[in-house]
């Protein structure tokens, strides 16, 4: 499938136990492994939802979301930091509530063409739509491996101040452990309000 159609027709879909999910695919085994055998349990039990990303029937990637919070210390406008901590007379200890994209990946057929990227935004988008119209929460936050940290930077996630040396160390660790977690956030004041074509 071309990639420019499957960016016109793509639809997320909650994943359910007819979804055939045997010829999915990515990159990462053990985000491959996450959806065909932990998500659906997980759902069930009500600690994330997963959204597929489907065109013409066929599962290109997938979403996993679910709740958390983030301390209001690690954001790194100061500006912002400073005026939620006077509009709620708070201190920086305090937790910020979040979304946290729990998994993100695509199929391998599809990987490192923009896909990803136009989905996250849309997935960002839908985000920005629930916080104004259904639940309240400040940042959305993931916990990126680092042979993934280059995709969340370009789509205009931060890292925390505590990470700035090591990350300089960042391609040896990409050959090192490249699953190594780091964790990054997007303020929701930062997502542009269009979807990227």
């Known amino acids: 499938m071309n990639i420019e159609y499957i960016k016109e027709n793509y639809i997320f879909e909650t994943l359910n136990q007819h979804h ?68 709620l007379n708070i201190s920086e200890n305090n937790e910020l509530p979040a979304i946290k994209i729990g998994r993100f990946a695509i199929d391998k057929k599809y990987a490192k063409k923009g896909l990803g990227s ?4 849309n997935v960002l988008l839908s985000m920005l ?28 996630f931060y890292t925390r101040e505590s990470d700035k040396e090591i990350l300089k160390k960042i391609d040896m660790i990409k050959k090192q452990d490249p699953t190594r977690c780091f964790n990054i956030y997007l303020d929701l004041k930062d997502i542009k309000e269009e979807p990227k074509n």
């Open 118 to 121: 136009h989905i996250l935004a």
């Open 129 to 156: 739509k629930l916080s104004k119209t259904k639940i309240g929460f400040r940042v959305i936050i993931v916990e990126a491996y680092a042979i993934a940290l280059d995709f969340y930077i370009k789509n205009n």
């Open 20 to 87: 055939d999910l045997n010829d999915f695919e990515c990159e990462s085994q053990d985000l491959t492994d996450f959806l065909k055998n932990d998500a659906l349990n997980q759902q069930n039990m009500n600690l994330n939802l997963t959204q597929l990303v489907i065109c013409d029937e066929i599962i290109v990637g997938y979403v996993s979301i679910l709740t958390d919070s983030m301390k209001l210390k690690i954001l790194e406008d100061e500006e912002t930091k400073k005026e939620i901590c006077n509009e």
